[in-house]
């Protein structure tokens, strides 16, 4: 029989969470469930959400409502933590130094590694847990005293791309109960336990971003600086509204049409769609071309930095797999070090933090600011930053 601990549940008012904290209460652990507040409605000096203009596109408010009530069907104390500070510092901060540099960040990665697996996971060690749970689709394996990072089974819900920052400490520390269950199974659990959230749609985007049209809550922080698109003879296209407002692969709200073709060019793409393919933030000039399978948006070799490693040092070169954005495939890859592999305290100066992949097969819209994770199979190795492409 296990041994019942104390552990908290970051408990966010969707079904996963909820599901997590019954999975546990069931097994006989003492559970209490935290609410983690980590944008403010109200900050009305900053233009922010929740400012007189604004109709209120977080709905932080709702969750914990649906928290509460998870809470009280199932038997267990919950609490409310305001971690906002935290996640302006030590995400928001980031996410917009990212932007202004023209990348495209991963809040999701950051808002692990910082909040949730960090000031969530003190303030529960300062409520005496023994362990914190949460409800990503994802597994921890011990092996000889140290830990795993594996996918969740259910291929289309695994999220340990967006855990791959965690540390030994903070694996071991932590539980992820539905990451043996499909979601269809957790769906179902919830139905039958009679949750009051079984059929609430799973969350999208981040939370202060909402529902909101992205481009419109980026510009109450960063400066437009209009500028023109070219295509890639050069040609300029259209005009930009500042290279902060665009990613790498983007289709949608270019705000360019089709071009009519020069005498004695062909004019069978035409209509192709157009897509982002580079920025070139010295001349504040966007390129965009056209056709999905274009060449500037295919690379084989994307070269990392900024790199963290759940074992605490990068793998040997070995023939691996990776994935440079969320819900693709692994794509076979040598994974190259920079550095040799000594094992090193994350974030400490002079870590090894930069590595490269060379992919078998070309990689679509390797974007700047993005995460490269690493996996050999199911076990997720780390990753970095997605610096370069070729």
């Given at each position: 029989?296990?041994?019942?601990?104390?552990?908290?549940?970051?408990?966010?008012?969707?079904?996963?969470?909820?599901?997590?904290?019954?999975?546990?209460?069931?097994q006989?652990?003492?559970?209490?469930?935290?609410?983690?507040?980590?944008?403010?409605?109200?900050?009305?000096a900053?233009?922010?959400?929740?400012?007189?203009?604004?109709?209120?596109?977080?709905?932080?408010?709702?969750?914990?409502?649906?928290?509460?009530?998870?809470?009280?069907?199932?038997g267990?104390?919950?609490?409310?933590?305001?971690?906002?500070a935290?996640?302006?510092?030590?995400?928001?901060?980031?996410?917009?130094?990212?932007?202004?540099a023209?990348?495209?960040?991963?809040?999701?990665?950051?808002?692990n590694?910082?909040?949730?697996?960090?000031?969530?996971?003190?303030?529960?060690?300062?409520?005496?847990?023994?362990?914190?749970?949460?409800?990503?689709?994802?597994?921890?394996?011990?092996?000889?005293?140290?830990?795993?990072?594996?996918?969740?089974?259910?291929?289309?819900?695994?999220?340990?791309?967006?855990?791959?920052?965690?540390?030994?400490?903070?694996?071991?520390?932590?539980?992820?109960?539905?990451?043996?269950?499909?979601?269809?199974?957790?769906?179902?659990?919830?139905?039958?336990?009679?949750?009051?959230?079984?059929?609430?749609?799973?969350?999208?985007?981040?939370?202060?971003?909402?529902?909101?049209?992205?481009?419109?809550?980026?510009?109450?922080?960063?400066?437009?600086?209009?500028?023109?698109?070219?295509?890639?003879?050069?040609?300029?296209?259209?005009?930009?509204v500042?290279?902060?407002f665009?990613?790498?692969?983007?289709?949608?709200?270019?705000?360019?049409?089709?071009?009519?073709?020069?005498?004695?060019?062909?004019?069978?793409?035409?209509?192709?769609?157009?897509?982002?393919?580079?920025?070139?933030?010295?001349?504040?000039?966007?390129?965009?071309?056209?056709?999905?399978?274009?060449?500037?948006?295919?690379?084989n070799?994307?070269?990392?930095?900024?790199?963290?490693?759940?074992?605490?040092?990068?793998?040997?070169?070995?023939?691996?797999?990776?994935?440079?954005?969320?819900?693709?495939?692994?794509?076979?890859?040598?994974?190259?070090?920079?550095?040799?592999?000594?094992?090193?305290?994350?974030?400490a100066?002079?870590a090894?933090?930069?590595?490269?992949?060379?992919?078998?097969?070309?990689?679509?819209?390797?974007?700047?600011?993005?995460?490269?994770?690493?996996?050999?199979?199911?076990?997720?190795?780390?990753?970095?930053?997605?610096?370069?492409?070729?």
């Open positions: 029989m296990k041994k019942t601990q104390r552990i908290v549940v970051g408990l966010s008012g969707g079904v996963d969470s909820a599901v997590t904290a019954w999975l546990l209460k069931r006989g652990h003492e559970v209490v469930g935290i609410f983690m507040k980590n944008w403010e409605d109200d900050d009305r900053a233009g922010g959400p929740g400012d007189d203009t604004d109709p209120g596109y977080c709905t932080s408010n709702i969750d914990f409502v649906d928290a509460a009530a998870v809470a009280d069907v199932i267990i104390e919950i609490e409310h933590v305001n971690f906002a935290d996640y302006r510092d030590r995400v928001f901060a980031e996410f917009l130094r990212e932007y202004q023209g990348r495209t960040p991963n809040p999701d990665v950051l808002c590694a910082e909040i949730k697996f960090k000031a969530f996971l003190d303030h529960a060690m300062r409520l005496g847990a023994e362990k914190i749970a949460t409800g990503h689709y994802a597994r921890v394996r011990e092996r000889d005293g140290r830990f795993e990072l594996l996918k969740g089974l259910d291929p289309l819900k695994d999220q340990s791309y967006f855990l791959h920052r965690l540390t030994q400490a903070q694996l071991a520390k932590t539980l992820f109960p539905i990451g043996d269950l499909p979601k269809t199974e957790v769906r179902r659990l919830a139905t039958e336990i009679g949750l009051p959230n079984a059929a609430k749609r799973d969350s999208t985007g981040i939370c202060f971003i909402g529902e909101r049209p992205f481009r419109e809550f980026l510009n109450r922080y960063l400066a437009s600086t209009p500028g023109p698109i070219k295509d890639d003879r050069g040609r300029t296209i259209g005009e930009h500042g290279l902060s665009y990613t790498l692969g983007q289709r949608k709200g270019i705000g360019i049409g089709g071009l009519k073709a020069r005498r004695g060019e062909p004019a069978s793409s035409d209509h192709a769609p157009w897509f982002v393919a580079r920025k070139d933030m010295a001349t504040n000039t966007l390129y965009a071309v056209q056709g999905h399978g274009h060449p500037w948006l295919q690379s070799v994307v070269a990392s930095d900024d790199a963290s490693w759940v074992a605490g040092h990068p793998p040997v070169a070995a023939a691996l797999g990776a994935k440079t954005r969320y819900r693709q495939a692994d794509a076979a890859c040598a994974f190259e070090p920079a550095e040799p592999a000594e094992p090193v305290v994350p974030g100066p002079g090894p933090g930069q590595f490269t992949l060379r992919f078998t097969q070309p990689q679509w819209a390797a974007t700047p600011g993005q995460s490269a994770v690493v996996y050999d199979g199911d076990v997720c190795l780390g990753g970095g930053v997605i610096g370069s492409s070729a």
